[in-house]
């Protein structure tokens, strides 16, 4: 394997649109996936829960984020930890775009496709499965 292959850069990769002012990329390693976001002011929030632990890395901007009935804020450097099953939301506070990387462990298959560009590094060559060429 050429090591070469397994850099990406989120700037280089296509963007999905989630929804008005929310745009996000995918990375991923064997069992841990990192999705970064990019949250415009004046976007649509969207409160929900999930069944899974969620790390939040504030890298760019400041943010606001709703956790159950609480609200804290935080900038560059902020690292949040939502546990399983609390309501929240996040939305920037002021002019710049906040970028969000969340990470789970483990991945979450609904967002399997965000990290499809990176299906060849994952694809098991016969030495590793035992089988012959």
């Not at 606001?64 to 935080?74: A, K, S, T």
């Not at 969000?100 to 399997?112: I, K, S, T």
Request: with cysteine; charged share 20%.
């Amino acid at each position: 394997m050429n090591y070469q292959d397994l850099l990406h850069n989120w700037n280089d990769l296509p963007r999905e649109v989630v929804r008005k002012g929310v745009e996000r990329v995918g990375f991923r390693g064997d069992d841990v996936m990192c999705v970064m976001n990019w949250l415009t002011p004046g976007m649509q929030v969207f409160p929900h829960s999930h069944t899974f632990e969620q790390l939040v890395l504030i890298v760019q901007g400041r943010v606001r984020f709703h956790l159950g009935d609480d609200v804290i804020e935080g900038g560059p450097g902020t690292m949040i930890r939502i546990p399983p099953h609390v309501m929240h939301y996040a939305e920037p506070i002021g002019g710049e775009v906040v970028l969000n990387l969340d990470v789970f462990a483990p991945l979450r298959e609904d967002y399997r496709h965000l990290v499809d560009y990176q299906a060849s590094e994952f694809a098991k060559s016969p030495a590793q499965t035992g089988e012959s060429a």
